[in-house]
């Protein structure tokens, strides 16, 4: 996410940030070429430019000048400021005076609406709420059973309109369910098409305001770039949307549409989408985003993610044995192992990690399948080798790899990924200093 507009933000930056002092001159010099990344990145003109009066405003503020490490104090006025092209504070979604609340889904063919909702169920499960989904993109088969697969896999009940039926009865009906199974709120995945046209608008007025949603979230594709922009202004000057759901954040969209959408139709971005599975929905809260952008890490999207995986006593008894108490053993390795791969892909995960970019992180290349051999080779262990793995000699690594099916050579990678795994905990853990609930402890 925001991978090549950050790292060009950073090169712009760098130079603002390595001078003792700087003058006027040297600033202007700087939001000149952050005006550049910007528009390259595909940033609305004008939100480029309001932006940059901004930050210019501040960062030639008296205060900043006279500061003892003014570049630093400017990276930070470009933060402060990134955050607010996003909105004021962390999105939160309305909900109606009635049971259920409605969330409308809109957007364009694969945007990313039906996906989306499913994320969107089961984020909102978590919080407590009991949400249903209604899919009342009736055009398709394929569309119906791709949101009935969704709601089992994530366990929430879907209720489908007929393949060819009306979507707005449909809708209503759906809503009409949900109230007597006293759901809280019901996400509606609707049908897209190819472009706005008044067919679609039409429609979805009409499913509008039957069913009275609170939320009309517009699913928007990030890789459409300034296009997306455009359909946004589509939808909301037709329907009235109160957010947007920018998906697929996690693919090489240039990010310009994410920095332009507020700033062009004044409507937040609520969510991103990161990915294609059912947990990679984060909230868009403006102060995290802009930190991934400036690549300060987002340590508070990692401790969400590591929260939702892990399992807490599991992570209690890690962060004992990390923090000193205790030996961090190859079982330990293990519960850490399977507590990663439940966060979702790991690449995606170290991005989150501030910092983690420049670290060597040994289990960064190991492959999600082989986790299932690395699980095997451990279990084939005695308890006493689990936690004492130097005694494991030549004789023992044979058997080992005999038991679990594996070769020597995998055995012995292991047991070497397993001391690198060691000395990385180290690591992190003089990093992180005092933060909680982070994978392997803090
Ligand atoms: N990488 C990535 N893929 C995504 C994301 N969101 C959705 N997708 C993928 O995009 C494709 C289209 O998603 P759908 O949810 O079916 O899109 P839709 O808007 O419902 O499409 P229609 O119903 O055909 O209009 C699917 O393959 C999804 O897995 C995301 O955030 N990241
Ligand atoms: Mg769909």
Redesign the pocket.
């Known amino acids: 996410m925001f991978d090549e507009l950050g790292t060009k933000l950073d090169g712009a930056l760098k130079k603002l940030r390595q001078r003792g002092v700087l003058t006027e001159p040297m600033v202007k010099d700087g939001l000149r070429e952050i005006r550049r990344v910007l528009l390259e990145a595909d940033v609305n003109f004008q939100v480029t430019r309001d932006f940059l009066g901004r930050v210019q405003a501040r960062a030639l503020g008296e205060a900043v000048l006279k500061a003892v490490s003014p570049g630093q104090q400017i990276v930070k006025i470009v933060h402060d400021e990134l955050a607010r092209l996003f909105g004021d504070g962390a999105p939160t979604l309305a909900t109606g005076s009635g049971r259920p609340s409605v969330v409308l889904m809109v957007?364009?063919?694969?945007?990313?609406?039906?996906?989306?909702a499913a994320k969107l169920a089961r984020r909102l499960g978590r919080g407590g709420a009991t949400p249903m989904l209604a899919a009342c993109?009736l055009q398709r088969p394929a569309?119906i059973e791709?949101l009935q697969t969704l709601g089992a896999q994530i366990g929430a009940p879907v209720v489908a309109g007929e393949f060819g039926g009306d979507p707005v009865a449909a809708a209503l009906a759906a809503r009409e369910r949900a109230r007597e199974g006293n759901f809280s709120v019901l996400i509606i995945?609707t049908?897209?098409r190819l472009q706005i046209d008044d067919d679609l608008m039409g429609e979805l007025r009409r499913m509008s305001d039957a069913v009275e949603p609170s939320e009309i979230l517009l699913?928007v594709d990030a890789m459409t770039g300034q296009e997306a922009v455009t359909i946004a202004q589509g939808f909301d000057q037709a329907l009235g949307i109160t957010g947007v759901v920018m998906?697929?954040?996690?693919?090489d969209a240039r990010g310009g549409a994410a920095l332009s959408i507020r700033g062009v139709i004044g409507k937040p971005i609520k969510f991103v989408?990161?990915?294609?599975g059912v947990d990679?929905l984060d909230s868009a809260d403006p102060e995290r985003l802009a930190g991934r952008i400036l690549q300060m890490g987002d340590v508070v999207g990692l401790v969400e993610r590591a929260q939702v995986a892990i399992d807490e006593e599991d992570q209690a008894r890690l962060q004992k044995k990390v923090m000193g108490q205790g030996r961090f053993t190859l079982e330990d390795f293990l519960v850490a192992m399977r507590q990663v791969q439940r966060m979702g892909p790991l690449d995606q995960i170290l991005k989150l990690i501030p910092g983690a970019g420049r670290m060597k992180i040994p289990l960064a290349n190991l492959d999600p399948k082989r986790f299932k051999h690395v699980e095997a080779i451990i279990l084939s262990m005695t308890p006493e080798e689990r936690r004492e793995p130097d005694v494991i000699n030549a004789s023992r690594r044979v058997r080992i790899a005999r038991g679990s099916g594996r070769s020597v050579a995998e055995v012995n990678r292991l047991l070497k990924q397993f001391k690198e795994m060691q000395g990385f905990l180290k690591q992190m853990k003089g990093m992180l200093g005092g933060m909680g609930g982070l994978p392997f402890g803090s």
């Open positions: 957007g364009l063919q694969g945007s990313g609406k039906t996906t989306s993109d569309a791709q995945d049908a897209g699913v998906t697929k954040m996690d693919g989408g990161v990915g294609e990679d």
